[in-house]
Each structure stands twice: as structure tokens, then as C-alpha cells.
């Protein structure tokens, strides 16, 4: 895939991202349904690359979100753990 429809993917979908940003989700299949619906994309391969790129944008995100509450458990523990600390010391 030439590098400027990889720009023009990216492009489109993440004005439609900003655009219609409660309709997309982490499903494929959905996600063409959707852009069925809120845009006219008359060639099957461009629709399928939208969807693609909204789907894997959308799941990296999802991660990325999990990754990062995942995190701050680990940050409320240590500072249980000093604050422990500092009653035994006390």
C-alpha cells in the first residue's frame, strides 16, 4: 500500500473518529456497518481499511487505557505500604 492512501486512511478516519465519536467500537464488522451509515465510501477495499484503522486505533487505545489503570493500583500500594511504614516507625 503506497504510503499516501496510508496518510489518506488516517486522514479519513480519524475525522470520522472526531466527527462521530460514540459510533465506532473495537468490532470490525460493526464498525463497517457504522461507517455505512455516517459516510459514502464507494469502494469495498477503502471501506475495509477505514474500518481496520478505526478498529485498531480504537483497541490500542482501549489498552492502552487498561495499561495505565493497571498502574495506578500499583502506585496506591506503595503509598499504603509507606504510610505503614511510617506508623511502625512512629
Known amino acids: 500500500?503506497?504510503?499516501?492512501?496510508?496518510?489518506?486512511?488516517?486522514?479519513?478516519?480519524t475525522e470520522l473518529m472526531?466527527?462521530?465519536?460514540g459510533k465506532f467500537g473495537t468490532d470490525f464488522k460493526q464498525n463497517?456497518?457504522?461507517?455505512?451509515?455516517?459516510?459514502?465510501?464507494?469502494?469495498?477495499?477503502?471501506k475495509n481499511e477505514i474500518a481496520g484503522y478505526i478498529t485498531a486505533?480504537?483497541?490500542r487505545e482501549l489498552e492502552e487505557q487498561k495499561e495505565k489503570e493497571a498502574?495506578?493500583?500499583?502506585?496506591?500500594?506503595?503509598?499504603?505500604?509507606?504510610a505503614m511504614e511510617e506508623q511502625l516507625v512512629s
Open 32 to 46: 463497517k456497518k457504522t461507517l455505512d451509515e455516517v459516510a459514502v465510501v464507494r469502494s469495498k477495499g477503502l
Open 18 to 21: 472526531t466527527t462521530y465519536k
Open 71 to 82: 498502574v495506578v493500583p500499583e502506585s496506591d500500594a506503595i503509598e499504603e505500604t509507606e
Open 1 to 13: 500500500m503506497p504510503i499516501g492512501n496510508v496518510n489518506r486512511v488516517r486522514r479519513i478516519s
Open 57 to 59: 486505533h480504537l483497541r
